[in-house]
């Protein structure tokens, strides 16, 4: 069994900053991948970022790639998603799930999902 729990989210101004943790515990995965995934008011739920818990691979979607970093501290059990220069279109609830395959990016790749974290984007 694997618990994945994220924190961070919250109303953040257009052109500002928010950084997500996903804190994991119970089975370790250290050969799989995490990933980001958000799904946003009546839209589907949409790959954003994934990375490699063994060499520290990254992947992203082409509508966060240069804005969005995801990093891991193996010694915490913890992937972050460091999201720079937000638009109103990432107004989402963020969700980490784990683990998958590697770096992938399709949502039924992987095993367990977090409850997630609201991210608000408004002036």
């Known amino acids: 069994q694997v618990q994945l729990v994220e924190s961070g989210g919250g109303l953040v101004q257009p052109g500002g900053s928010l950084r997500l943790s996903c804190a994991a515990s119970g089975r370790t995965f250290t050969r799989y991948a995490l990933g980001w995934f958000r799904r946003a008011p009546g839209k589907d739920r949409d790959f954003v970022a994934a990375?490699?818990?063994?060499?520290?691979?990254?992947y992203y979607a082409d509508s966060v790639r240069g804005r969005f970093t995801i990093s891991r501290d193996n010694a915490k059990n913890t992937v972050y998603l460091q999201m720079n220069s937000l638009k109103p279109e990432d107004t989402a609830v963020y969700y980490c799930?784990?683990?998958?395959?590697?770096?992938?990016?399709?949502?039924?790749?992987?095993?367990?999902w977090g409850q997630g974290t609201q991210v608000t984007v408004s002036s």
């Open positions: 990375i490699s818990w063994s060499d520290g691979g990254t």
């Open positions: 799930a784990g683990p998958g395959r590697y770096l992938s990016s399709r949502p039924d790749e992987y095993d367990y």
